[in-house]
Nanobody
Framework: QVQLVESGGGLVQAGGSLRLSCAAS????????MGWFRQAPGTEREFVAG????????YYAASVKGRFTISRDNAKNTVYLQMNSLKPEDTAVYYC??????????????????WGQGTQVTVSS
């Protein structure tokens, strides 16, 4: 089992920045590719960003590429999502997820085995 706890969400004005963190515990963190997803009311959970086990490869949804940066610190068992130039359409609950199979992260929710409880991000216009 892997336990994931997100933090860092909140209310920010459009154009602002937030940094989300996801702390993992339970098993060897570096064995898991990690992803960030988000879900707005009435919509499906969507892929935001993913990072390989070593952190050497990163992937982004087209809607956030150039504005968001995913990173990880395997020594601290933590994955981060730096979000810059935030837009109202970025408003959602953000979830981190861990994938126990495969070196590289999937862009599908079904590709992940463990999920955090989510953290709310609200961007006002």
């Amino acid at each position: 089992q892997v336990q994931l706890v997100e933090s860092g969400g909140g209310l920010v004005q459009a154009g602002g920045s937030l940094r989300l963190s996801c702390a993992a515990s339970g098993r060897t963190f570096s064995n898991y590719a990690m992803g960030w997803f988000r879900q707005a009311p009435g919509t499906e959970r969507e892929f935001v960003a993913g990072i390989s086990r070593s952190g050497g490869s990163t992937y982004y949804a087209a809607s956030v590429k150039g504005r968001f940066t995913i990173s990880r610190d395997n020594a601290k068992n933590t994955v981060y999502l730096q979000m810059n130039s935030l837009k109202p359409e970025d408003t959602a609950v953000y979830y981190c997820a861990a994938a126990g199979v495969g070196t590289y992260p999937s862009n599908r929710a079904s590709g992940y085995d463990y999920w955090g409880q989510g953290t709310q991000v609200t961007v006002s216009s």
